[in-house]
């Protein structure tokens, strides 16, 4: 499909051919009292040199990307390798569209495949989706999966896990027959509470782990608990690095394992576009959403891929789809797909140890600070809460204006108590100098 | 010619019904098995669902299609053919013997007389099959 737009000599053909005089007689069965009349309030058209420039002036109010950052709760500062980028923007990869037509999208189905095959690896599950939207719906969509696959409605959900995915998964599921049951967490180590409400009607528990207090759970414990009864475990991962070092939650026992895919390669871009990730069992795989590539054998014997399982999905079973998704993140899976193969095992092990020592070494500088300690005393990955004598919003903007440092989130922004409380992440694009300039600038801000 | 015993009823979804007192085992026909073609997975209910007459209870999914399954006799299923998913191709080979989906215990044990008879199945698939 070519993007030139027509010529006047070819619209005035074209006009011409239906026996029209302008364009604005295509219209003419639009209401008068609805059309707007008038033209579009716009600038003129710019020039290239001036719509650059405009851009800039746009791009340079983003003042915050200069500065250093130790802002995580869900989405994560990594160093992409430059080849992700010059390999995403190859006009094969950067313009293709969903690989309806096997025959002639072979490389988008096998990165697709190589993709599923790696988020299995690191989740620890046997079978993995071409990708959702976000973490946050694929933790929504797994909510919906457990009811189907336990014929159960109670859903019973972590307070530590991300409050917009959980805000989001409310918005999935509110017309529908779930019961969303809230577990609180232990004010002394910042992880799941007792599971209270847990009973043979409960269609799965869902945790986050490390949780958005930063704290790693015991989600083999949990598992246990959950299968007890007969639930599913749900496990979501918002900060992908973290598969790097921990226990993958398949080996602990979940059922289903839903995250964000940004930490791998991908820009943090204001919020998005990023990529969901929904690992389950085989023997559930019927029960999954999404799109499912899979590998098939033609005649001759020749290995292909294809997008297989489509019964679940809405244009062939309507209303009793597993979901209405049908589509996948496939450029950003593709991106995370890039960085996970040019890292290597090897590489994304050494990434995770460094945020996992560089954020040992910022809270231990922290907590030896007057007027600050480290809050939750479960193990961390690379996000931990630092507790204040004064509000975290004083203190973050403390911070900003006269340090020029992005010192974090304030929780009270989620958990609305908690105004002294301040969720710092620390990942491998931060230094010493700014993790030490960083206890400094929270030790001044603590004094006026 | 599709194969259709006579000891049977059927409907016109190409379900077959097989008696026995207040029994009653379900399949579908010789003649559904091979429009659907090569069938890959049957989605089958659990033991102690309970359904009226007419409600789809379950799903036959082949390389090319998927076709819902209805009841035509209401009840509570009281045996499921679990194993036969391991084998599904046996829904093309053998559908009347040992590609029985699921037994019911009929709500109305009588409902099962108004379905058709092999002869008014026969008719049926000729004159619209």
């Known amino acids: 499909m070519r993007y030139i737009p027509n010529s006047p000599e070819e619209r005035a053909e074209m006009l011409a051919a239906i026996g029209l005089k302008s364009a604005d007689e295509l219209f003419r069965s639009i209401p008068k009292d609805v059309q707007l009349g008038r033209a579009l309030q716009i600038t003129e058209p710019l020039s290239e040199p001036e719509v650059i420039g405009s851009l800039e002036t746009l791009a340079a109010k983003n003042t915050a990307a200069a500065k250093p950052s130790f802002l995580g709760a869900g989405v994560y500062s990594h160093f992409s390798p430059t080849i992700v980028d010059h390999l995403i923007q190859r006009s094969e990869f950067f313009t293709s569209y969903t690989p309806y037509q096997p025959e002639i999208s072979q490389g988008t189905l096998q990165y697709i495949f190589e993709f599923q095959t ?10 993995a989706n071409a990708s959702m939207y976000d973490g946050s719906t694929a933790m929504a969509e797994a909510y919906l999966m457990a009811q189907r696959v336990t014929r159960r409605d109670k859903i019973i959900v972590a307070d530590t896990v991300h409050p917009e995915y959980r805000a ?48 790693i759970e015991d989600v083999a414990a949990i598992a246990e608990q959950a299968h007890a009864v007969g ?123 460094q945020n996992a020592q560089k954020a040992a070494y910022a809270s231990r500088k922290i907590a030896g600070t007057d007027g600050f300690e480290i809050a939750f005393s479960a193990p961390k990955f690379n996000e931990f809460v630092v507790r204040g004598r004064k509000p975290a919003t004083e203190i973050l903007r403390a911070l900003r204006e006269n340090a020029g440092i992005i010192g974090g989130l304030a929780l009270s922004k989620y958990y609305p108590d908690r105004e002294n409380d301040l969720l710092v992440c620390v990942t491998e694009t931060n230094n010493r100098q700014q993790i030490d300039k960083l206890a400094e600038a929270l030790i001044a801000a603590n004094r006026r | ?66 076709s819902e399954i209805f009841t035509p006799i209401a009840g509570e299923v009281i045996e499921v ?5 391991d084998t599904p191709e046996k829904v093309n080979a053998d559908p009347y013997g040992e590609a029985w989906f699921v037994k019911v215990k009929m709500d109305n044990p009588g409902e099962a007389d108004a379905l058709l008879s092999g002869e008014e199945y026969e008719e049926y698939l000729s004159n619209n099959g």
């Not at chain 1, 790696?118 to 620890?124: A, S």
């Not at chain 1, 609180?184 to 958005?212: C, H, W, Y």
């Open chain 1, 118 to 127: 790696l988020i299995c690896q690191l989740t620890g599950m046997e079978v």
């Open chain 2, 1 to 66: 010619m599709a194969n259709i015993p006579e000891n049977l009823r059927y409907t016109k979804d190409h379900e077959w019904v097989a008696v026995d007192g207040d029994t009653a085992s379900l399949g579908i026909t010789d003649y559904a098995q091979h429009s659907l073609g090569d069938v890959v997975y049957i989605d089958l209910p659990r033991v102690g669902d309970k359904f009226g007459a007419h409600e789809a209870f379950g799903s036959v999914e082949s390389v090319k299609a998927v």
């Open chain 1, 168 to 215: 989001v998964a409310r918005t999935y599921t509110q017309h529908g027959d779930a019961e969303i049951v809230p577990i609180g967490f232990d004010e002394t180590t910042g992880r799941l509470g007792s599971l209270e409400g847990l009973d043979e009607k409960t269609a799965a528990v869902v945790i986050q782990s490390p949780n958005f207090f930063g704290c």
């Open chain 1, 231 to 353: 639930s599913l475990l749900v496990v979501v991962v918002t900060e992908a690095i973290s598969f790097g070092l921990l226990r993958s939650p398949g080996s602990c026992g979940a059922d289903i394992v839903v995250g964000e895919g940004q930490s791998f390669g991908v820009p943090m871009s204001f919020g998005g576009p990023h990529v969901g990730l929904f690992a389950t069992r085989e023997k559930f795989v019927r029960q999954m959403p999404g799109r499912l590539c899979g590998i098939a054998y033609d005649k001759d014997g020749n290995r292909g891929f294809v997008l297989t399982l489509s019964t679940r999905e809405q244009h062939i079973r309507r209303e009793k789809a597993t979901s209405n998704i049908c589509t996948n993140q496939g450029l950003i899976a593709l991106a995370a797909t890039i960085y996970l193969e040019t890292m290597g095992k090897k590489g994304i092990h050494e990434v995770a140890m």
């Open chain 2, 81 to 85: 053919n679990d194993g036969l998913n």
